[in-house]
């Protein structure tokens, strides 16, 4: 069954470092999205991008957060230059066409910021 | 605001003691309701969709159900592998972005 693939795993990183957390969503999938949990709180959505730009972005995706989609099939998000609240899992999802699709989300990311 | 309540927010329940986790929302204009399962350091995994009042959707041991104002998602005769945080999202957002806004979840502990 296809699946979305995040990597790495774990990132840990100082703070005011620069970080890039990559995702290869589902093959046939064209709406994108990140969300992060941090430890003991709710799934919390970051952004959403469809054709190749930003559909919709919450209060948490300031300017030190960017997306891209470089290829046909990686889906990455940059952090400029980090802080420690940024400390979270970092979860990467994606879904087909047509309303009231599933997100289907990868293992995430666990991002450490010292 | 679109908002998202799961209760209890921790269950444990016996092997084989049926139980139901509740899901209340608030959302102007549902466009569906989603559970997701979610283990210890792992992303959500897709369980239901759930569309319209009275709908009813079943997968082994679990069966949701939805109400204009809150889902429920039964577990009969649970097992030990039942055991996970079970979370429940609705879509929102402008356009076709369809961003879930989660509740916080209900951590089930099945013990044998």
């Known amino acids: 069954e296809p699946e979305v693939t995040q990597t790495p795993s774990h990132q840990v990183t100082q703070m005011g470092q620069e970080v890039i957390l990559r995702c290869v969503p589902i093959s046939n999938h064209l709406y994108f999205y990140w969300y992060r949990q941090i430890l003991g709180q709710k799934v919390e959505f970051l952004v959403s991008?469809?054709?190749?730009?930003?559909?919709?972005k919450s209060e948490i995706f300031d300017d030190q957060f960017s997306v891209e989609r470089p290829d046909g099939s990686n889906f990455t998000l940059k952090i400029r230059s980090t802080k420690l609240e940024d400390s979270a899992m970092y979860f990467c999802?994606?879904?087909?066409?047509?309303?009231?699709?599933?997100?289907?989300f990868g293992d995430g990311t666990r991002l450490s910021i010292l | 605001e679109d908002q998202v309540t799961q209760s209890p927010e921790a269950l444990r329940l016996q092997e084989g003691e049926s139980s139901s986790l509740n899901c209340s929302y608030t959302?102007?204009?549902?466009?569906?309701l989603f559970w997701y399962r979610q283990d210890p350091g792992k992303g959500p995994e897709f369980l239901f969709t759930l569309y319209s009042a009275g709908e009813e959707k079943e997968k082994e041991r679990l069966k949701a159900t939805l109400t204009k104002k809150e889902s429920f998602l039964h577990i009969t005769a649970p097992k030990p592998e039942d055991s996970a945080t079970y979370l429940c999202a609705v879509p929102t957002g402008r356009g076709g972005s369809e961003k879930l806004v989660f509740g916080k979840g209900t951590k089930l502990t099945v013990n044998p």
């Open positions: 999802a994606s879904r087909t066409t047509g309303g009231r699709q599933p997100q289907h």
């Open positions: 991008f469809y054709n190749n730009e930003i559909s919709e």
């Open positions: 959302v102007s204009g549902l466009r569906g």
